[in-house]
Structure formats: C-alpha cells, structure tokens
C-alpha cells in the first residue's frame, strides 16, 4: 500500500504572474475562480506520484497582492512549503516574491519553497537576468522556469516541492 | 592557582591516611614488576610491604594530581546549594527543551502543576479566573445560544403543530409515550440525514478523515476540509468580534454545515434537512472523544491521515445519524383503528357490565321481596289461627303491606307478633276492628278478668261450657251466678254447679253457732249484766276459731257486733248507749283473745227491737248486743 500524504501549499505571487493560470491548466480544479475574489483564496489540489508514495499538494492560490501588507498571513498557517511565481518579464515581480518570502519567513520560520519564474515561453522578453537567478540558486533557492502557456516545468517544479516535502 | 597548589601541599603534608581503598600489597608488587622490566636483576620479591608509606602518596599526587583538584571543584558546586541552583539553572531550559518529546516529563510535571494551579486559586483565584477568561466566556456564551435555540426550535415546531389533525394526533403520541408534545412535533418535523463528516486539522486545514453517507454525493473532500478552513479563516478575519469564534453554522437551501471545533481538530456535518440543535451536542460528543483517544495522534498529523482508522469508525456513527420520515411511516401502527375499536370495545364492555349489575340488582330485589312476602305470608297465618282475630283483609298496597280485621281486645296484639316476625311496623298498615268473641276460652278470659277470681276458685273450658271448680263465699257465687246470666245467648254458659259454698260447711255451723248468742244489760247500764262470761267464753272460742277457718279457706270473716237499747228513754242517748254496750263487749272479747280486727261495732239505738212490747220483759229482752257473722271471699 503506497501511503498517501497531504501537504498545504501556499501560492504566493504579486499581482498578474499567472498563479492562477499555473494552477488551471495543470491542476484538477473544482471551485471557480470567483473564489479569489470574495473570499480571497482558492484551494486547488495537485497529485505527485513519488516512487514510494503519493503526495497531494494542497494548493492554495492566495488573490494576487502586490501590497505585500494586504497579504492575508492566516492562510499561510500551516503550510508546508509554498511555491513564489514571479513574471520573468517583470522584474518587479521578482522583488515581490522576494519580499514575500522574507514576509513568509519573518512569520512562519523558514519553509520550504520553490520559486517559478513564469512566462517561460516569452524567454525572449525576459527582463530578469540570469546573473540574478544564478545568484539565487547559488543561497540555495530551488528556482524553475515555468509556462503557465506550455506546461514546461511545471510538473518538474512541484515535483521537487513534493519530494522535499515527503523526506 | 596559588590556593589550589597550596592545597595540594596542605594534602600531601597532612597525615597519612589509611585508605582501605588501596591493596598496598598489590601496589608494591606493580611497583616491583616495573622495576624488573627496567632492571631485571631485581630482586623478585617486594620485601616487606610498609603498610604507611608517604612515596605512595607522592605518587598519587604525581599521577592524578590535577583531576583531584577537579574533583574537588565540582563536589563544592555540588554540596553548595546556591552554587548547585546556579549551575542546573543555566542548563535547565536547554534541558527540557531536549526532552519536550518525551511524554514523561509532562506525566513528572503533571503534579507538580496541578498543585501550583491549586495554590495559586487559593492565594488569588482572580490570576487563573484573568488568564482563561478568553476562553470561557465565548464558550459559555456559545452554549446559552445554542440552548435558547434549541429552546426556541422546540418552541416554534410546537407552536406551528398545536392546533392542526395532525398535531392532535402527536399529542396523543407524546401522551402515549410520555414523553413531551415539544418532543414529539421534533421527532416528526426534524427529518435530516448526515451526509458528510470531516474531521479537518486546524493547523494546516488539512483533512485528517472524512467519511460520506453511501448516496452522497460531494467534490474532493481533501479540497473541501481545505476550503472550510478558508472560509472560517475568511470569516474570522473579515469581522472583529469573531477572532476566537469560527463559523459554527452555514445553510444552503436543504444543506446544513455545521462545525464543531475542538482544540486540534474541527469537525464539520454536512446535513440534509432540519437538524435537531440537540445534534450539536452528539457531534461534540464525538468529537471530544476522538481528542481523547488520539490526541497524541492528532497532535503530531503531518499530512499522513493512514492509521485513523478508528477515528473513521467513529465519524461513521456520525453520518448514521439522521431521522427519515419514511422510517416512521414504515413504522407506524394504525393506532387509530386501534383507539377506535378500544373505544368501541370498552363501551360494549360498559354496557355488558351495566345490563349485567342491573340484573344482578333485580334478581337481588327479587329475592329479597320475596323472602319479605314469605315472612309476611307466615305472619299472616300465625294471626289467622289466632283466637280473637278474624283477618278481612290481607295483601300490599303502595309498597306496603295491608291488614284489617275483627280483633277481640282480650286476643294476641298484633304489633307484639309482628315485632316477633321481625316485620318492619312502618311497613305494615294495621286497621283493627274491636269486637267481642264467643269463643270458650274468650269467654274464660272475661270471666276472669270480671269476676275477680278468689284463689280458690278455678275456671276451665270444658265443651261449651265454663265450669268453676272449687270454693267460694255464697256471696261470690251468687255474683259469679249473676254474670252467668249476662253471657250472650248461644255461647259457653257458666257452670257453678262444681263449686261449693264455704258457707255451707264448718264455717257456716261455726257463724249460725257465734249468731245465736245474745248478751244482756241491765237497764241504763252499758256493761254486760253479771251472770254472763260463760257467754263470752264460749263466743271468744268460736270467734277465734271463726278467724282461724277463715284463713285456711282463704276467705275474710267479719263479725258485726250490734248494741240494742229499749225504748224508754232519748233516741239520741239509746243510740250511743247502745253503741257502747256493743264496744264494751268487743272489749271483753278482745280481752279473751280475740282478733279486734275480726270485729266490727254499730248501736242500732231502740230500732231493730227483739220484740215490739212495752212489757219490762220484752224491753229486759231489747237490752242485748247480738252477733251478724258475714264471710266474704
């Protein structure tokens, strides 16, 4: 018998970067988008097939917040990782997930994370440079490229979130 | 380091201990085996073994000189209890923390607490009162709301079925059954199902177990425990008031959602149908019970939700739950049709019983009238044979009985005989007739009673005739003879012939003997003449043996002694003088014995004259007193 493990996963990102597009396209959804907007969270799940078990990635999909301050903090409560998505053509957002996870990591202690830079089929427009994301990797951040569009390394991304979560 | 050293010498310096920790002997032959392996020309045999030797104890500075000194260290830390309190303290965190893990600390601490906890509320109740008030007062006011609810649920179900077909018949179920209407119009109007329970982790909102009634249908229930979380996150964000609160209850159309919190885990029912408030309390049940069992469990869930499964079990009961209107309809006995024919039943019961006592209750006054008429029949007869009444009519009339007739005075009285029938009188009408019978011994009776019967006189009925037996004064039985004569003609005739007349016999020779004796007066003289007291002897004699007779015949004698006188002289003076001479002679019988009693005295005066004569003979012959014997019965 595999064993099945729930993890809560918090979807954080500033405004527009295609959260919720990572999460429609790749994630059997049920509740409607409306949710985010009155009720400010939308709760997704996504299964992980690892080789001894299976995880299911509770997702929550918090409203886009560029005001970091708006952010409803509750939601993260008892999360066991989340997943930063910033818009490689917008470098802005980048500092917004950067911003959040001191935010996260300020309340919650340090949680495992991976960060997707979305967008990934408009590599050509990308404004982030590779300089900064090497540097991320070298603090030992788990960063992805990712299009919500194509579906590239979105798998891969919450994958490893899965894998990190399930030691 | 100065002091230290100086200790080390104060050691070596002092006297010698003699440490039985130390085998010298085997020291000495140690110390004789190093030195062969130096020199091994030397002597193979330690010789003599001292037991004090200060090399030894240089020795042993020499080695362990310096952990001594440790030693020494920490022993004063240890026994100094300032020293010791310093050094556990700086250590003592770091240690529990180390240990949190292990449940045993809590189980060591847990007395130690409890007895803090105890004497802190002795010393200031209002400390531990300050630190749980949070906490009790939104529960406490959690739990009044829930029961005026549930009051009011009752209150309103009851109201709205009080007065219609299908309310009365609930009353008569709650009477039944006795339990309350408000109960009753409950069980009926609160038709629900549990469809979904989950039992949700608080912390991460995930779902730790969820179990589905079989035909219920519902989304992902990892995402939905997930959801409510938000949604009470949401809540309890969204409006101040409610921090330490969540959503306890939502409606959608039919759908209730009800959430039970509890210190890690949150329970939520999702009912179809109007739920009873009282099922707040049952899911609370549950839920502090799955606390109870694995709170350790519970407490360290990380997203592995395998091995819950008696935490399953339990929520099962939960979603069993539930009050279906066709489980009553399949259930209900037609307790109508039965009511009615218990009714039915029990009036011709009634009416059975009724006919049946009114039966008994005439058979009863059946028997009883005719044991009165008997009773009334028999006296009627005992006074038919009775002498002296003859009955015209007997029978009942208006409830009672009748009688009338003829009744001689002298026969049985009626009333007597009916007061020994034990004959109630007031229920009896009388109406009697005196008359006077012919019949012997009728005729006996009043004879009896007017002729004043001597002792010695008996009547008895012989045929058709009285006849007295016996004897009797002549003056009885010509009284008695009399009365004979006024019997009524055709009736018993009075027969005196078997009577004798006492006067016929010795008493009658005995008076016509004392009547024959006459004493004399000289003229004027109202003393016997001289001459005579053989007279009076002889009268006395008769005269006692007179009263004696008399006696033994049980009748009265009366002798009249009469004084006479002649006619010369007054009337008057005659009168008296006569009246003496009787009296002087009623003296002198006196004085021979005789009874006074016996005798009577009367002066007859010049009037009742032996001889009618002028002669001195005749008038000598009218000086007398004479005897009337007269015998009366």
């Known amino acids: ?167 | 380091m100065s002091a230290s050293a100086a200790a080390k010498l104060e050691w070596l310096a002092g006297p010698f201990s003699d440490d039985p920790g130390i085998d010298r002997k085997a020291l000495a032959g140690l110390l004789v085996e190093l030195a062969r392996n130096l020199e091994p020309q030397f002597g193979s045999e330690p010789n003599g073994v001292r037991p004090i030797d200060p090399r030894l104890e240089q020795l042993r500075t020499l080695l362990v000189g310096p952990e001594i000194e440790m030693l020494s260290r920490l022993s004063e830390v240890i026994e100094d209890p300032e020293q010791l309190a310093v050094a556990v303290g700086r250590i003592l965190p770091a240690a529990i923390a180390q240990v949190s893990n292990d449940g045993r600390l809590g189980d060591v601490l847990a007395p130690a607490l409890e007895k803090a906890t105890q004497s802190s509320i002795r010393s200031d109740p209002r400390t531990l009162l300050n630190i749980l008030y949070p906490l009790i007062v939104p529960a406490i006011r959690k739990s009044i709301v829930e029961t005026i609810d549930e009051t009011f649920q009752s209150l309103n179900e009851a109201l709205r079925h009080s007065l219609t077909w299908r309310g009365l018949r609930w009353r008569w179920e709650a009477w039944r059954t006795g339990t309350s209407f408000a109960d009753v119009v409950l069980k009926h109007t609160l038709v629900y199902q549990v469809e979904h329970v989950f039992l949700i982790h608080h912390h991460t909102g995930l779902l730790i177990s969820h179990v589905a009634a079989e035909d219920a249908a519902g989304q992902d229930p990892q995402l939905v425990s997930s959801m409510l979380v938000a949604i009470q996150d949401f809540v309890r964000d969204s409006f101040s008031g409610a921090e330490h609160q969540g959503l306890d209850t939502a409606r959608l159309g039919e759908l209730w959602l009800w959430s039970e919190p509890g210190p890690i885990a949150t329970l939520v029912a999702v009912i179809r149908g109007n739920p009873p408030e009282g099922l707040h309390e049952t899911l609370r049940e549950v839920l502090s019970r799955i606390h109870d069992e694995r709170r350790h469990a519970l407490e360290s869930f990380d997203g592995d939700s395998s091995g819950f499964a008696d935490v399953d079990a339990n929520l099962r009961k939960c979603v069993a739950l539930g009050q279906r209107a066709s489980e009553f309809a399949a259930r209900r006995f037609p307790w109508f049709v039965a009511l009615v024919g218990l009714i039915l039943l029990a009036f011709a019961g009634a009416a059975g019983w009724w006919w049946w006592q009114d039966e008994q209750a005439w058979e009863h006054a059946r028997q009883l009238t005719a044991a009165k008429q008997r009773i009334w029949d028999r006296y009627v007869a005992q006074l038919r044979a009775e002498p002296g009444v003859v009955i015209t009519e007997a029978g009942q009339r208006d409830g009672k009985f009748v009688v009338a007739g003829l009744r001689d005075p002298l026969a049985v009285d009626p009333q007597l005989l009916l007061r020994q029938a034990e004959i109630d009188p007031s229920g009896v009408v009388s109406r009697w007739q005196l008359y006077e019978g012919l019949e012997p011994a009728f005729v006996l009776k009043r004879l009896q009673a007017s002729l004043d019967l001597p002792p010695s006189v008996t009547l008895a009925v012989e045929g058709n005739h009285i006849v007295a037996r016996g004897s009797a004064a002549s003056t009885w039985i010509e009284r008695a003879r009399t009365a004979g004569r006024m019997l009524p003609a055709g009736g018993p005739s009075l027969d005196l012939s078997r009577l004798h007349d006492i006067n016929e016999g010795a008493i009658g020779k005995l008076s016509e003997a004392i009547q024959s004796h006459e004493i004399h007066f000289n003229f004027n003289e109202s003393l016997p003449a001289p001459g005579q007291d053989a007279i009076l002897d002889q009268l006395a004699k008769e005269l006692t043996e007179l009263a004696s007779l008399a006696s033994s015949l049980h009748v009265t004698a009366r002798v009249m002694l009469t004084g006479h006188s002649d006619d010369a002289g007054n009337g008057t003076f005659n009168l008296s003088l006569s009246a003496a001479r009787a009296e002087a002679v009623r003296a002198l019988l006196k004085k021979r014995g005789v009874d006074p009693d016996l005798l009577a005295v009367r002066g007859a005066g010049q009037f009742e004259p032996l001889e009618v004569a002028s002669s001195e003979a005749a008038r000598s012959a009218n000086r007398r007193v004479s005897f009337k014997v007269a015998i009366e019965e």
């Open chain 1, 1 to 167: 018998m595999t064993v099945t493990l729930q993890k809560k996963i918090c979807m954080l990102g500033g405004f527009s970067v295609g959260k919720t597009s990572l999460v429609k396209r790749f994630v059997a959804s049920v509740f409607s988008e409306s949710y985010l907007t009155t009720v400010g969270v939308k709760i997704d799940k996504k299964t992980v097939e690892l080789s001894d078990r299976t995880v299911n990635l509770i997702l929550w999909d918090l409203a886009g917040e560029d005001e970091i301050s708006s952010l409803r903090m509750t939601y993260l409560r008892g999360a066991a990782g989340y997943v930063l998505v910033a818009d490689g053509t917008r470098p802005s957002t980048l500092e917004v997930a950067l911003s959040l996870r001191r935010r996260v990591e300020a309340d919650f202690g340090p949680l495992p994370f991976v960060l997707l830079l979305n967008k990934n089929d408009l590599r050509k427009e990308w404004t982030i440079r590779d300089e900064e994301i090497d540097r991320l990797k070298q603090d030992g951040w788990w960063v992805r490229s990712t299009s919500a569009r194509t579906g590239e390394g979105v798998d891969d991304a919450f994958g490893t979130l899965a894998e990190q979560l399930a030691r």
